[in-house]
């Protein structure tokens, strides 16, 4: 029966027969059992589905995953132990040394880090590109060694909204997937799939937990990329795997085979699983996700309404204002909302925002975002400290920019802790 997102939400993934654990239950075991050698064996040859150890597959995870790969309408889905894992798998799977990507420059703080740090030392070149180039410039950028594209839904912290058509079309046009991290929309509020991407990954940490305990990470692929119609560009996907017997991904296991391929290959060599226990947090969360997102909206709205309003705030930045640049594209590609995090900043210096934020009561300073707590943080003063301000700006992130992650509280109560804080400077 085909159900809305929010149905989606209770009951995709796991669906229990006569008798069976109504909540997906936890199979908190590292192996499982086989009746003889064959059947074992035929698993190792992936030529049966079935758990042999759970550094490569739990059940529990595979139910979370079947959820979240039908509320954002894919084809085959993985959790990862944290969105780090997520990002470095779904780019990892597809580039070797010596291979080439493209990303957006407003993304996550770590995973431009990944990209643009650690994986070049695997060889791997990343071009970041800023995403408000128009199309026939970001297409320079793309190389014959070129394999993927990469942007974020929302960007954090910066809160710009990807245009989707510009970016699938450039990535389709060049025989290539478009990757975007849809953390901060959440498949209820946007499916990327539907919009033109080809593979999206999450920080299930975020609003998707939901209530700050658990780190993890999700990929789900549409299925749709044609690795074999671009087959020399794609040999780990399109050429015989010798660590399966000599195997090809993209004959053997069609609309599957990305996926495949991360499970079988990257998971069984680095392990980056999610526990089943932590898999099933992320469960619970998914369950009330639609009720939070729809008031972390109406939050988040209100509140950057109230500093867009104040005279003590220099600039406010939230995609349902119409004075952000992504109004537009909010409007096109998150009808229902965008997320509840914002950013803006006082007037004055980094000493005006530490003493606004100083001043605070109910908001709590963390490193955290997209929690059902408030939280705030100020990048120049926490995250990227280590930076010049020129620095910050090459980042995308401007020296005053301090990120607003609206949660779950009373919207007025949020308001009168902003509205005393900024009194006091
Ligand atoms: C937090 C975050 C990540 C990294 O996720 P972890 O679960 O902390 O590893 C990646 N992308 C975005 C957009 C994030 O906000």
Same mark, same amino acid.
């Given at each position: 029966?085909?159900?809305?997102?929010?149905?989606?939400? =209770?009951?995709?993934?796991?669906?229990?027969?006569?008798?069976?654990?109504?909540?997906?239950?936890?199979?908190?075991?590292?192996? &499982?059992?086989?009746?003889?050698?064959?059947?074992?064996?035929?698993? /190792?040859?992936?030529?049966?589905?079935?758990?042999?150890?759970?550094?490569?597959?739990?059940?529990?995870?595979?139910?979370?995953?079947?959820?979240?790969?039908?509320?954002?309408?894919?084809?085959?889905?993985?959790?990862?132990?944290?969105?780090?894992?997520?990002?470095?798998?779904?780019? &990892?799977?597809?580039?070797?040394?010596?291979?080439?990507?493209?990303?957006?420059?407003?993304?996550?703080?770590?995973?431009?880090?990944?990209?643009?740090?650690?994986?070049?030392?695997?060889?791997?070149?990343? $071009?970041?590109?800023?995403?408000?180039?128009?199309?026939?410039?970001?297409?320079?950028?793309?190389?014959?060694?070129?394999?993927?594209? /990469?942007?974020?839904?929302?960007?954090?912290?910066?809160?710009?909204?990807?245009?989707?058509?510009? &970016?699938?079309?450039?990535?389709?046009?060049?025989?290539?997937?478009?990757?975007?991290?849809?953390?901060?929309?959440?498949?209820?509020?946007?499916?990327?799939?539907?919009?033109?991407?080809?593979?999206? $990954?999450?920080?299930?940490?975020?609003?998707?937990?939901?209530?700050?305990?658990?780190?993890?990470?999700?990929?789900?692929?549409?299925?749709?990329?044609?690795?074999?119609?671009?087959?020399?560009? /794609?040999?780990?996907?399109?050429?015989?795997?010798?660590?399966?017997?000599?195997? $090809?991904?993209?004959?053997?296991?069609?609309?599957?085979?990305?996926?495949?391929?991360?499970?079988?290959?990257?998971?069984?060599?680095?392990?980056?699983?999610?526990?089943?226990?932590?898999?099933?947090?992320?469960?619970?969360?998914?369950?009330?996700?639609?009720?939070?997102?729809?008031?972390?909206?109406?939050?988040?709205?209100?509140?950057?309404?109230?500093?867009?309003?104040?005279?003590?705030?220099?600039?406010?930045?939230?995609?349902? =204002?119409?004075?952000?640049?992504?109004?537009?594209?909010?409007?096109?590609?998150?009808?229902?909302?965008?997320?509840?995090?914002?950013? &803006?900043?006082?007037?004055?210096?980094?000493?005006?925002?530490?003493?606004?934020?100083?001043?605070?009561?109910?908001?709590?300073?963390?490193?955290?975002?997209?929690?059902?707590? $408030?939280?705030?943080?100020?990048?120049?003063?926490?995250?990227?400290?280590?930076?010049?301000?020129?620095?910050?700006?090459?980042?995308?992130?401007?020296?005053?920019?301090?990120?607003?992650?609206?949660? =779950?509280?009373?919207?007025?109560?949020?308001?009168?802790?902003?509205?005393?804080?900024?009194?006091?400077?």
């Amino acid at each position: 029966m085909e159900t809305n997102i929010e149905t989606k939400c =209770l009951h995709a993934g796991w669906t229990p027969t006569n008798g069976q654990p109504r909540q997906v239950p936890i199979f908190q075991s590292t192996t &499982f059992k086989y009746d003889s050698s064959d059947d074992m064996g035929a698993l /190792f040859d992936l030529e049966a589905n079935g758990y042999f150890y759970s550094r490569l597959q739990n059940p529990t995870n595979d139910f979370v995953a079947a959820k979240l790969t039908e509320m954002e309408g894919g084809y085959a889905g993985m959790l990862t132990s944290s969105g780090q894992a997520a990002n470095f798998y779904a780019v &990892f799977n597809i580039c070797e040394c010596g291979d080439h990507f493209i990303s957006s420059s407003s993304i996550y703080g770590g995973t431009f880090n990944l990209f643009g740090v650690t994986m070049k030392k695997m060889g791997i070149e990343c $071009t970041f590109v800023d995403q408000n180039l128009p199309y026939e410039e970001l297409a320079k950028y793309i190389k014959p060694n070129t394999k993927c594209i /990469f942007g974020e839904t929302i960007t954090n912290p910066t809160c710009n909204v990807l245009d989707f058509e510009k &970016f699938s079309k450039l990535a389709h046009d060049h025989g290539i997937p478009l990757i975007v991290d849809n953390t901060f929309a959440t498949p209820v509020n946007c499916n990327p799939l539907k919009l033109g991407a080809d593979i999206v $990954t999450h920080s299930t940490t975020k609003y998707i937990d939901g209530h700050g305990s658990a780190v993890g990470g999700a990929i789900i692929d549409s299925g749709n990329f044609d690795w074999l119609k671009y087959a020399d560009k /794609f040999p780990g996907l399109t050429t015989p795997d010798e660590s399966y017997h000599g195997l $090809t991904y993209a004959k053997k296991f069609g609309k599957a085979a990305y996926i495949t391929k991360a499970t079988s290959q990257l998971m069984r060599d680095f392990g980056s699983i999610q526990a089943p226990q932590q898999a099933y947090y992320i469960q619970l969360g998914l369950e009330s996700l639609h009720v939070r997102m729809q008031r972390h909206c109406e939050n988040a709205q209100k509140i950057a309404e109230f500093l867009e309003g104040n005279e003590k705030v220099a600039w406010v930045n939230y995609p349902g =204002l119409k004075s952000s640049p992504s109004y537009e594209l909010a409007q096109k590609y998150c009808p229902k909302g965008t997320c509840g995090v914002l950013c &803006f900043a006082v007037k004055g210096d980094r000493a005006a925002a530490n003493k606004f934020m100083d001043n605070l009561k109910l908001v709590t300073i963390a490193t955290h975002v997209a929690d059902s707590k $408030t939280l705030i943080l100020h990048p120049a003063s926490h995250t990227h400290r280590q930076l010049t301000d020129e620095q910050l700006i090459e980042a995308g992130v401007a020296p005053d920019l301090m990120r607003f992650s609206v949660g =779950l509280e009373n919207a007025d109560d949020i308001i009168a802790d902003i509205q005393q804080a900024l009194d006091l400077i």
